[in-house]
């Protein structure tokens, strides 16, 4: 499960290449699927799973339930006031909004809906320490489908930057990887199901 070149994300024809013109990348993850039928799109896939179109090794949840109790001790998962931040969904078009197969801004966990296309789907998360979007793509080839999931970080304070390289090392090793497993174990899945 590779982390990628920002180049061969970057060459896709995404949505998210203008949406997020400015934000910074910070890592792009790819996982090859097998193809059992031609035309499957991210958004089906995703209504196939369940709506839980990952899932996470024990160790990766246990880490996931580790940060987010220090983030409530500590309080850096509280949104910052409205007016500090603004959505990445202000960057939509009425046409992007027309689109979407959600509306911008419906919670899902602790992430927000900038938009769900077909074969693209970014959601946001802002708290004090990162204004970050997460990014799962599906892209169509000749023998296999690809799906992305970049992540990209907008810095709220001296505090950001700290706090992703201190995250990395666990995000690379541990959650990303079994994030992209269990992605792999979904589509094979829906895929027996005859979606």
Do not use: C
């Amino acid at each position: 499960m590779p982390q990628i070149k920002a180049r061969e994300f970057e060459a896709l024809p995404l949505r998210v290449h203008d949406v997020l013109a400015g934000v910074p990348l910070h890592d792009v993850w790819a996982v090859d699927l097998p193809k059992k039928r031609a035309g499957t799109t991210l958004y089906q896939f995703h209504q196939a799973a369940g709506g839980r179109t990952f899932t996470l090794s024990p160790a990766a949840r246990a880490l996931l339930r580790l940060r987010f109790f220090i983030g409530r001790i500590v309080g850096w998962d509280r949104e910052p006031a409205v007016v500090t931040w603004e959505s990445f969904a202000a960057q939509l078009t009425p046409d992007d909004r027309a689109r979407s197969l959600a509306p911008p801004g419906t919670r899902e966990g602790p992430f927000r809906v900038v938009y769900r296309f077909e074969n693209e789907q970014l959601l946001e998360i802002v708290n004090r320490t990162v204004h970050a979007a997460a990014l799962s793509a599906l892209v169509e080839r000749d023998d296999a489908y690809r799906f992305y999931f970049a992540v990209y970080v907008r810095s709220v304070g001296r505090f950001t930057s700290i706090y992703m390289a201190a995250i990395d090392p666990f995000r690379k090793l541990v959650v990303y990887p079994s994030l992209l497993r269990g992605v792999r174990a979904r589509w094979d899945a829906a895929s027996r199901s005859g979606t």
